[in-house]
Structure formats: structure tokens, C-alpha cells
């Protein structure tokens, strides 16, 4: 991914306006942003542009997203939050 399109997913990420979903979304862009694949990464920013009342409904109460591919990379921020890594 090139460096001012992760800049971007990274800032949209931590300024969502809803401070819980700020809280879910940042430290995931932060930790993982450069690993997604395209595809991935498609679905984060797709992710971002849906409210943030959904979006975090659907990591923290569960349920599917529009997209297979959402779906699952809301399975994967869920797990991140379900075991952080170590500092």
C-alpha cells in the first residue's frame, strides 16, 4: 500500500466523530494498516465510509456487514481487540 494512501486510512481510522469506534478502528489502522491486503484494505475504507453507529455495532454486538469482505475483516478487528498485542 502505498504511504499516502495508509496515512489516510490511518487518520480516517482515529477521527471517526464517535469516540468508541475511534477506539476500535485506530489502534487496529495502527497496528495492522500496512499488512492488509488489497482486498483488505478496499473493505477498511468501505468500512470507514458506512456510520459509525453500524460499524460499531457490528464489531461489538456482532452481526454481519453489508460485504463478505467487511464481514471479515470485522472478524479480524475483533480479534485484535479479543487479544492485543503485547507491548
Avoid: N
Avoid at 25 to 33: E, V
Avoid at 54 to 73: H, K, S
Amino acid at each position: 500500500m502505498d504511504e499516502t494512501r495508509l496515512k489516510r486510512l490511518r487518520f480516517r481510522a482515529w477521527r471517526r466523530g464517535f469516540l468508541e469506534a475511534d477506539l476500535v478502528l485506530g489502534p487496529f489502522a495502527d497496528s495492522h494498516a500496512r499488512d492488509l491486503t488489497d482486498t483488505e484494505v478496499d473493505a477498511f475504507e468501505r468500512l470507514l465510509d458506512r456510520t459509525d453507529h453500524d460499524v460499531y455495532g457490528w464489531i461489538v454486538e456482532g452481526g454481519d456487514a453489508p460485504t463478505d469482505d467487511e464481514t471479515q475483516l470485522i472478524a479480524r478487528i475483533r480479534a485484535f481487540h479479543a487479544h492485543p498485542p503485547r507491548p
